[in-house]
């Protein structure tokens, strides 16, 4: 009782166990992913089927073991609704015809890498699939050496829309045969073949068409006839790594052709309107043409719709002589829209040459000159290029470039690539500070740095900006002095404190000092200058002290002079027609002046000593010019001196001017004080009595 109702249940529940297992678990050695309804087995090394859950519809199933497909092989698939299915690189040797007819709602099937499946069985099983919303399959490296033209026909009874044969060998493409079987074709990828002759034909909704690696010869045919032009719809062509020398007229009846690829092709030259019949053309890729490349006529690239345009790794040399035709104020003036350039891997012997060829350029926003062998950036660059925002210099010989000149004083650049040049320095003339607003990038790694105080504005620089510079600090490393080879720039720049004795800063050390030294040396020489009257005073009486002469006269001395006259020269006018006039001409007493009386060929200060010493008395004449006089104040300082050893009358002060007491010095205030003193009369009538008192004073003591 209890055993059979054991089994009862058993048999009630087993079913929905597999049920269960159906449903949720995924194979082992697969993976599953509800989310995206797919399964993936690739490379479990299966010799069969398993059970997945119902909701996988995708099924990834390359580099398994299947080799025989029967009806026994997808047993476990039923019930599933597979929309995609890779097969692929499972040995498969052979299939049952009619296996595929299981899949009514498969869209996608991938049978590539099975090469022993030859394209007569593939196509007998593929027009068996039982769904005619089937639309793409993939067959690469199946190394046939035929052309599967079965398949083409087995395919037409669905609305193919991508076919994809990469990686076979064969020869021939009837394009014909293919449009007529595949007339919703819209992509088309057969590369990597030997293709060498190829008949054209007419499709209708062909978007893409891929033929890159082959040894494809296109000519002009091949993209239509008189009446038809074969690829009306046509964006995409790719014709990279084949044999296409000539492109000469080539290309027209390509309305809607928008992206066109001719890299690796033998091309030798490209002349006047090659893409002018392509409408559509933005995109234009042009590279790696080989050594023999060697003619850019004016308007090859004449185009009003071209935006894109790489000519890389060309070895072209932008420099006009016998091996190589271009014009450079021509190339790029009939492509006015061009945004994006990449002229890496050519040859500019003169930056001036790349300066006009991108002078029309007007709307580029990206450059790309890398391994051009410059060795420093064309000026003008980013002034009159307002959009350029996004250059590379990358592993060129630039070691520097006139900042201003090349980035103007307001640039829009954002990113900038130098990495491997000979950039040493890196300072402020290369990168003026005003002119980069939206710099976000700059590359500079990979050069060989001067790890020096002549980087230490580069080393601030990156530690204030540190984000925007790519590659920091791992490509940045010293290269001398030859002590720092190696070492990282990071730790092997001299601070600021370090720098602040050397050049820059002895060289002004050295002006300031020199400034310093100039300007005490002028103090001096004024102050010398100022004080040369009482210098020569102090000289005078270190001179009297040596010579042993003394100032103090012995009363028994004859006087040669009855006095001696202190004036200044202005006063001199006065001092002939008055003074000498009154006192020596008309009452006989014997005056000196030193313009009359002096020795010539004597020196100044013995001289006054000698005549002072011969005379009784000093007159002492003063007016404005005389109290202002520094020879004057000389003259009567000594008379000073002498003064002190003599009769307090001895000295007599004429005053021709009233100068009013202020302006006279303290000390010859003093002395002018010890004086007897006379004002020269300013009425005529009073003279008289002035002349008569002073001949009395100078006689008076005699
Ligand atoms: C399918 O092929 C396998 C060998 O891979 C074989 O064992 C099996 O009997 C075949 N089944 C049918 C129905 O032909
Ligand atoms: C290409 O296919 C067409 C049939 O569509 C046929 O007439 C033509 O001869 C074929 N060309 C070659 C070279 O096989
Ligand atoms: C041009 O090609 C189309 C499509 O293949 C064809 O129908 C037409 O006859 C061809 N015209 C000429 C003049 O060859
Ligand atoms: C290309 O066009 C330019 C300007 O129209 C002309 O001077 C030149 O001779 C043309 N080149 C060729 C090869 O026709
Ligand atoms: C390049 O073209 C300009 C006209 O734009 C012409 O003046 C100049 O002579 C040409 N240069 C060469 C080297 O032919
Ligand atoms: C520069 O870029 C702006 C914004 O992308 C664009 O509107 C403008 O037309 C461009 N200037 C030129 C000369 O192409
Ligand atoms: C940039 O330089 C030009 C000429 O060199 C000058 O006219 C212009 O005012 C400058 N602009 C700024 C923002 O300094
Ligand atoms: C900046 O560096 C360059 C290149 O090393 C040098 O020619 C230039 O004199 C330097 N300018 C200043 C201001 O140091």
């Given at each position: 009782m209890l055993k059979s109702s054991f089994l009862i249940i058993l048999l009630l529940v087993l079913p929905v166990f597999v049920f269960?297992?159906?449903?949720?678990?995924?194979?082992?050695?697969?993976?599953?992913?509800?989310?995206?309804?797919?399964?993936?087995?690739?490379?479990?090394?299966?010799?069969?089927?398993?059970?997945?859950?119902?909701?996988?519809?995708?099924?990834?199933?390359?580099?398994?073991?299947?080799?025989?497909?029967?009806?026994?092989?997808?047993?476990?698939?039923?019930?599933?609704?597979?929309?995609?299915?890779?097969?692929?690189?499972?040995?498969?040797?052979?299939?049952?015809?009619?296996?595929?007819?299981?899949?009514?709602?498969?869209?996608?099937?991938?049978?590539?890498?099975?090469?022993?499946?030859?394209?007569?069985?593939?196509?007998?099983?593929?027009?068996?699939?039982?769904?005619?919303?089937?639309?793409?399959?993939?067959?690469?490296?199946?190394?046939?050496?035929?052309?599967?033209?079965?398949?083409?026909?087995?395919?037409?009874?669905f609305n193919i829309e991508k076919l994809e044969i990469l990686e076979n060998n064969f020869e021939n493409l009837n394009m014909t045969l293919l449009s007529e079987n595949l007339v919703q074709l819209k992509e088309l990828r057969i590369g990597y073949g030997i293709i060498s002759i190829i008949q054209p034909g007419f499709f209708q909704k062909l978007e893409i068409l891929d033929l890159h690696y082959n040894r494809i010869q296109i000519t002009k045919d091949f993209f239509g006839n008189e009446t038809t032009c074969y690829f009306p719809k046509l964006v995409k062509l790719n014709l990279m790594a084949n044999s296409i020398a000539n492109i000469n007229n080539l290309f027209w009846c390509l309305e809607n052709l928008n992206f066109l690829r001719l890299n690796g092709n033998p091309i030798l030259g490209v002349l006047n309107y090659t893409f002018l019949k392509l409408p559509s053309l933005e995109f234009l890729y042009m590279s790696n043409l080989g050594f023999r490349f060697n003619r850019i006529d004016n308007r090859a690239f004449q185009s009003i719709t071209l935006k894109r345009l790489l000519f890389a790794n060309n070895h072209f040399i932008f420099k006009y002589n016998i091996m190589f035709h271009f014009n450079e104020t021509e190339i790029f003036r009939h492509s006015p829209k061009i945004d994006y350039l990449d002229l890496s891997g050519n040859e500019f012997p003169s930056i001036h040459v790349l300066e006009k060829m991108l002078?029309?350029?007007?709307?580029?926003?990206?450059?790309?000159?890398?391994?051009?062998?410059?060795?420093?950036?064309?000026?003008?660059?980013?002034?009159?290029?307002?959009?350029?925002?996004?250059?590379?210099?990358?592993?060129?010989?630039?070691?520097?470039?006139?900042?201003?000149?090349?980035?103007?004083?307001?640039?829009s650049v954002r990113t900038i690539i130098l990495t491997g040049n000979a950039l040493s320095t890196i300072n402020e003339t290369l990168f003026p500070r005003n002119a980069f607003k939206h710099l976000s990038i700059l590359s500079l790694g990979n050069n060989p740095f001067a790890c020096t105080c002549s980087n230490v504005w580069f080393h601030n620089w990156i530690q204030t900006e540190k984000i925007i510079f790519e590659n920091y600090p791992e490509l940045f490393h010293c290269k001398t002095p030859p002590e720092k080879d190696g070492g990282m720039l990071k730790d092997a720049i001299p601070t600021h404190f370090e720098c602040s004795n050397t050049d820059k800063e002895l060289f002004t050390a050295v002006v300031t000092s020199l400034s310093l030294s100039g300007i005490v040396f002028v103090i001096i020489f004024s102050l010398i200058f100022k004080l040369r009257w009482y210098i020569r005073y102090w000289l005078f009486l270190y001179r009297v002290k040596k010579k042993g002469f003394s100032l103090i006269s012995n009363g028994e001395t004859d006087y040669k002079f009855e006095a001696y006259v202190i004036y200044c020269d202005n006063d001199l006018q006065w001092i002939r027609k008055k003074l000498l006039e009154k006192i020596e001409n008309e009452s006989g007493i014997s005056l000196c002046i030193r313009d009359r009386d002096f020795e010539v060929g004597k020196v100044y200060v013995e001289n006054i000593i000698e005549k002072m010493t011969a005379s009784r008395r000093i007159i002492l004449v003063i007016s404005h010019d005389m109290v202002k006089s520094d020879w004057c104040l000389f003259e009567s300082r000594i008379a000073q001196e002498k003064c002190l050893n003599m009769e307090s009358d001895a000295l007599i002060s004429l005053m021709v001017e009233d100068v009013s007491e202020e302006n006279i010095s303290s000390s010859l205030r003093a002395f002018v004080n010890s004086a007897s003193l006379s004002k020269f009369p300013t009425k005529e009538y009073d003279e008289g009595q002035f002349w008569l008192n002073l001949t009395k004073l100078l006689r008076n003591q005699t």
């Amino acid at each position: 009782m209890l055993k059979s109702s054991f089994l009862i249940i058993l048999l009630l529940v087993l079913p929905v166990f597999v049920f269960v297992a159906r449903t949720s678990s995924c194979p082992k050695s697969c993976t599953c992913s509800k989310k995206g309804g797919s399964a993936s087995c690739r490379g479990a090394l299966l010799r069969f089927v398993p059970v997945f859950p119902s909701y996988i519809t995708k099924l990834y199933f390359s580099g398994n073991l299947l080799e025989i497909i029967n009806a026994s092989t997808f047993r476990n698939l039923e019930g599933l609704k597979l929309v995609y299915i890779s097969l692929g690189q499972n040995g498969i040797t052979d299939i049952t015809a009619d296996v595929f007819s299981n899949f009514r709602f498969l869209l996608r099937m991938d049978l590539s890498r099975n090469p022993k499946l030859t394209p007569a069985i593939a196509a007998d099983a593929i027009a068996h699939i039982n769904c005619l919303d089937f639309k793409q399959i993939i067959l690469n490296r199946m190394i046939w050496s035929n052309e599967p033209t079965d398949l083409y026909i087995a395919l037409s009874r669905f609305n193919i829309e991508k076919l994809e044969i990469l990686e076979n060998n064969f020869e021939n493409l009837n394009m014909t045969l293919l449009s007529e079987n595949l007339v919703q074709l819209k992509e088309l990828r057969i590369g990597y073949g030997i293709i060498s002759i190829i008949q054209p034909g007419f499709f209708q909704k062909l978007e893409i068409l891929d033929l890159h690696y082959n040894r494809i010869q296109i000519t002009k045919d091949f993209f239509g006839n008189e009446t038809t032009c074969y690829f009306p719809k046509l964006v995409k062509l790719n014709l990279m790594a084949n044999s296409i020398a000539n492109i000469n007229n080539l290309f027209w009846c390509l309305e809607n052709l928008n992206f066109l690829r001719l890299n690796g092709n033998p091309i030798l030259g490209v002349l006047n309107y090659t893409f002018l019949k392509l409408p559509s053309l933005e995109f234009l890729y042009m590279s790696n043409l080989g050594f023999r490349f060697n003619r850019i006529d004016n308007r090859a690239f004449q185009s009003i719709t071209l935006k894109r345009l790489l000519f890389a790794n060309n070895h072209f040399i932008f420099k006009y002589n016998i091996m190589f035709h271009f014009n450079e104020t021509e190339i790029f003036r009939h492509s006015p829209k061009i945004d994006y350039l990449d002229l890496s891997g050519n040859e500019f012997p003169s930056i001036h040459v790349l300066e006009k060829m991108l002078s029309s350029l007007r709307s580029l926003s990206h450059l790309n000159m890398d391994n051009c062998q410059l060795i420093t950036l064309p000026e003008n660059l980013f002034l009159k290029l307002p959009n350029l925002s996004h250059v590379s210099f990358k592993d060129n010989r630039i070691s520097s470039w006139n900042g201003h000149g090349v980035f103007g004083n307001q640039s829009s650049v954002r990113t900038i690539i130098l990495t491997g040049n000979a950039l040493s320095t890196i300072n402020e003339t290369l990168f003026p500070r005003n002119a980069f607003k939206h710099l976000s990038i700059l590359s500079l790694g990979n050069n060989p740095f001067a790890c020096t105080c002549s980087n230490v504005w580069f080393h601030n620089w990156i530690q204030t900006e540190k984000i925007i510079f790519e590659n920091y600090p791992e490509l940045f490393h010293c290269k001398t002095p030859p002590e720092k080879d190696g070492g990282m720039l990071k730790d092997a720049i001299p601070t600021h404190f370090e720098c602040s004795n050397t050049d820059k800063e002895l060289f002004t050390a050295v002006v300031t000092s020199l400034s310093l030294s100039g300007i005490v040396f002028v103090i001096i020489f004024s102050l010398i200058f100022k004080l040369r009257w009482y210098i020569r005073y102090w000289l005078f009486l270190y001179r009297v002290k040596k010579k042993g002469f003394s100032l103090i006269s012995n009363g028994e001395t004859d006087y040669k002079f009855e006095a001696y006259v202190i004036y200044c020269d202005n006063d001199l006018q006065w001092i002939r027609k008055k003074l000498l006039e009154k006192i020596e001409n008309e009452s006989g007493i014997s005056l000196c002046i030193r313009d009359r009386d002096f020795e010539v060929g004597k020196v100044y200060v013995e001289n006054i000593i000698e005549k002072m010493t011969a005379s009784r008395r000093i007159i002492l004449v003063i007016s404005h010019d005389m109290v202002k006089s520094d020879w004057c104040l000389f003259e009567s300082r000594i008379a000073q001196e002498k003064c002190l050893n003599m009769e307090s009358d001895a000295l007599i002060s004429l005053m021709v001017e009233d100068v009013s007491e202020e302006n006279i010095s303290s000390s010859l205030r003093a002395f002018v004080n010890s004086a007897s003193l006379s004002k020269f009369p300013t009425k005529e009538y009073d003279e008289g009595q002035f002349w008569l008192n002073l001949t009395k004073l100078l006689r008076n003591q005699t």
